[in-house]
Nanobody, 124 residues
Framework: QVQLVESGGGLVQAGGSLRLSCTAS????????MGWFRQAPGKEREFVAG????????EYADSVKGRFTISRDNFNNRIFLQMDSLQPEDTAVYYC?????????????????WGQGTQVTVSS
């Protein structure tokens, strides 16, 4: 059983930065694509960023390109999301996710494990 635990959320002013971390346990995830999603109040959950198993392929939603950076530390079974130039519209619960059905996946398609989420609030 895979468990994903996010950390690093909080309250920040517009223009500020936060770094989210996701630590996996229960199984090595270094052979699978992983990523981040977010859900704002009253909205659908949306894709934010994805990283291939080797970190050779990165994908971002258009709304965060140039501001967010996804990375991973396969040795410690963790991924990260560096968020810079945060704006109020980035306010959401951020979820870490993995797709363990696609070995050596290049893209995070349909996650089958999710974390509990961490709240990010950006004040104007």
């Amino acid at each position: 059983q895979v468990q994903l635990v996010e950390s690093g959320g909080g309250l920040v002013q517009a223009g500020g930065s936060l770094r989210l971390s996701c630590t996996a346990s229960g199984r090595r995830l270094d052979s699978y694509a992983m990523g981040w999603f977010r859900q704002a109040p009253g909205k659908e959950r949306e894709f934010v960023a994805g990283i291939s198993w080797s970190a050779g392929k990165l994908e971002y939603a258009d709304s965060v390109k140039g501001r967010f950076t996804i990375s991973r530390d396969n040795f410690n079974n963790r991924i990260f999301l560096q968020m810079d130039s945060l704006q109020p519209e980035d306010t959401a619960v951020y979820y870490c996710a993995v797709d363990t059905t696609n070995l050596y996946g290049e893209r995070l398609r349909v996650p089958n494990y999710w974390g509990q989420g961490t709240q990010v609030t950006v004040s104007s």
